[in-house]
């Protein structure tokens, strides 16, 4: 019997739509025409026979029936590339190590270390995008690196850095306004880095709120002087060093949160894991040298 089921593409579609907001962001992120998109889209609303966006503008954002399907959708597609992964390798679990992370903290402190680990038969590693806890058997992750304000507890957890913060601006900003008012930029999902800033060094003079998703938007925004923005001190290494942001308005402090690289119990005995960890602890100081540099670059460009 024919399954009643719309076409993958459309499901795709709708996915990248539903989380990008627009249909030209999930085009790019697709590699497929705004009109491919849009087609795809007027295709799966047409098979549910029921409108799944409510246009206003060029924003294309989820109605309540939408929203429902898409967190099932979500869910679902979720499991596929699970089963996929597994389908994949099967036979070479040996051979390849699934690693959940942060997007940011993956590319920001992760990556750079990680040019050593490939040689030598190290296992392939395949990098997950890990948001909180993760569910470990769902997603067939053999490890994560978790961000938390206490040791993990229920996995072996391994100490990597204690988290620090700072707030930035771009230079050109500060020059024009010493005194502000700034607008603030932060994340919902960490409301507590401007509060520990504030307890430690009071606020700067600061007017409106601008909210971002994740770190790379925040970043980029705080670059083109849009206004202040507290951030792990991790994460803003190229920007310090380069001078495209400064730190005027304090040292850094200690955020509250540590990383830590955790696994089940299940994992102890994989020789994989206990190869990446033993490494990983190994290198976990490498190019610390560099947070050095944007520090000493950025109190250069202060003075000029």
């Known amino acids: ?10 499901l795709e579609s709708f996915e990248a739509v539903a989380r ?5 962001r999930a085009a790019d992120e697709l590699g497929r025409t705004q009109s491919a998109v849009s087609r795809q889209i007027a295709n799966l609303e047409e098979f549910a026979r029921r409108d799944l966006f409510v246009r206003d503008r060029k924003q294309l954002v989820l109605n309540s029936a939408g929203r429902v ?6 869910s679902l597609l979720d ?18 190590l699934r690693l ?31 948001l909180g806890r993760l569910d470990f058997e769902r997603q067939q992750v053999d490890a994560a690196i978790e961000c938390c304000n206490s040791q993990p507890l229920d996995v072996i957890a391994h100490h990597l850095l204690d988290e620090r913060i700072v707030a930035v ?3 050109s900003l500060h020059e024009r306004n010493p005194q502000g008012p700034f607008d603030k930029l932060h994340m919902p999902a960490r409301t507590d880095a401007w509060k520990h800033w504030i307890d430690v060094h009071g606020a700067p003079d600061t007017k409106a709120n601008l909210k971002f998703d994740n770190y790379a938007m925040m970043i980029e925004a705080a670059c083109l002087g849009f206004g202040v923005a507290v951030l792990p001190t991790i994460y803003v290494v190229p920007e310090l060093s380069s001078g495209r942001l400064i730190t005027p308005f304090g040292a ?12 089940p119990e299940g994992s102890r005995t994989k ?17 610390e040298h560099d947070a050095a540099l944007g520090h000493a670059e950025n109190s250069s460009s202060q003075r000029i």
């Open 1 to 10: 019997m024919r399954r009643t089921l719309p076409s993958f593409r459309a």
């Open 20 to 24: 990008c907001g627009n249909v030209t």
């Open 69 to 74: 399907y898409y967190q099932r959708l979500v």
């Open 79 to 96: 499991e596929l590339e699970a089963e996929t992964v597994k389908l994949v390798t099967f036979g070479s679990d040996d051979h390849m």
């Open 100 to 130: 959940g992370v942060l997007p940011t903290f993956g590319s920001r402190w992760l990556m750079p270390r990680l040019a050593g680990f490939a040689a030598g038969g190290s296992p392939e590693l395949h990098l997950v995008k890990g």
């Open 169 to 171: 601006i771009a230079p």
């Open 252 to 263: 850094s402090i200690p955020s509250g949160r540590s990383y830590w690289l955790t696994y």
């Open 271 to 287: 020789q994989k894991v206990a190869d990446f960890t033993r490494w990983l602890l190994a290198h976990k100081h490498d190019h």
